[in-house]
């Protein structure tokens, strides 16, 4: 069996969760429960209430004054802030928590650092300019910076009792950005696939259950520090995740790839009209390229990327039909076959 809970050594943890109930909170709180921790859910009760009848729920909103209060007068060993891009939440947060829990595991974001066109940032690469806490500046502050800014808080209010989780593209069941989900998608469908740029260009992501798998293990651990958290272990090109995806499927998929260059011209930019990839020179190359020893060093991991494209699909064709008819990344088969036409035309022939 894939991912077998090994023993958990050490007494079961009492783990406050904020939030819980979107993307990747579902995916933290069955491998906590499930290893046998005792947890704690703090959020408006409105998304997917009652999920997880096994947990504590308490009920608040952290977008009004004193919206912790519930959590006042508690004491957790660990708490997981899943949701949060408001640096107000995090002051208010640390008012409530700082001297009631001994570790606070904070999800960021790769998209917290400096220049990131700048290829193979690590931990220490320098942050966004942090956004101003609160008023009319912080609300119009970009994601990055608003990220930085809640880091900065909560090193100094937790110094080596921070840990500061850093992911990139978090694929896998339950992702609604389609940003992974629309290749599995685009190969099941078969035939010619408009592939983008050049093979060794640069590609990283991170199963959801990988990533939260491991955060309950930096808990259980007392992990502190930032950490990149994307993979797959070793260097990957958009050629080596394409062929693998395609290797999962019986069909006529193949790839027509296509320079970037000609793909710009035709305004078909990476990361959104071709998920997952980048190339030397782009604004989301850091996305892309991000060093991850140190994580692999404390104990990060990742299943087969089969089991990711199983899953992912399993989860996609579960969904609405409407909302299958629509990714929310990716091209068209309409716009697909028009760029490929172009370039087939350019080439002097068709295929």
């Not at 990747?24 to 959020?43: D, E, K, Q, Y």
């Not at 966004?128 to 880091?151: F, H, L, T, V, W």
């Not at 629309?182 to 060794?200: F, K, M, N, Q, S």
């Not at 009209?273 to 060093?291: E, K, L, N, Q």
């Amino acid at each position: 069996m894939e991912h077998m809970l090994a023993a958990l050594d050490g007494a079961p943890k009492k783990v406050l969760v904020l939030g819980g109930t979107g993307y990747i909170g579902p995916h933290l709180v069955t491998h906590a429960i499930a290893r046998g921790h005792s947890v704690t859910l703090f959020n408006r009760g409105k998304t997917k209430p009652g999920l997880f009848p096994k947990a504590e729920q308490l009920i608040g909103d952290r977008n009004v004054a004193d919206g912790h209060a519930a959590l006042k007068g508690r004491t957790w060993d660990v708490v997981y802030d899943l949701p949060t891009t408001n640096p107000e939440w995090i002051v208010n947060a640390v008012a409530v928590l700082k001297d009631n829990v001994s570790q606070y595991v904070y999800v960021s974001s790769t998209g917290v650092y400096k220049d990131y066109t700048r290829s193979s940032p690590d931990e220490t690469h320098p942050r966004m300019d942090q956004a101003p806490i609160n008023g009319p500046d912080a609300a119009a502050a970009s994601y990055g910076a608003k990220k930085s800014r809640c880091e900065q808080l909560l090193e100094a209010a937790f110094g080596d009792r921070a840990t500061i989780v850093r992911p990139g593209l978090i694929v896998g069941p339950g992702d609604l950005t389609d940003r992974f989900t629309y290749w599995p998608v685009r190969i099941e469908r078969g035939g010619e696939i408009l592939a983008p740029g050049t093979l060794d260009d640069p590609a990283q992501w991170i199963d959801v259950r990988d990533l939260t798998e491991w955060m309950v293990r930096l808990g259980e651990n007392g992990t502190g520090g930032a950490f990149n958290a994307v993979g797959p272990r070793t260097t990957c090109g958009i050629g080596e995740l394409l062929y693998g995806i395609k290797a999962c499927f019986a069909n006529d998929a193949h790839f027509t790839w296509v320079p970037q260059p000609f793909l710009t011209a035709n305004k078909l930019r990476s990361w959104g009209d071709m998920p997952v990839w980048s190339y030397t020179g782009a604004s989301t190359v850091a996305f892309c390229t991000s060093v991850i020893e140190k994580a692999l060093a404390a104990g990060l991991t990742f299943r087969p990327l089969a089991t990711t494209v199983r899953d992912a699909l399993t989860w996609y064709h579960a969904r609405p039909a409407e909302a299958q008819a629509k990714l929310r990344a990716g091209v068209s088969p309409e716009r697909e076959r028009d760029v490929l036409a172009a370039w087939h035309a350019q080439q002097g022939g068709t295929q």
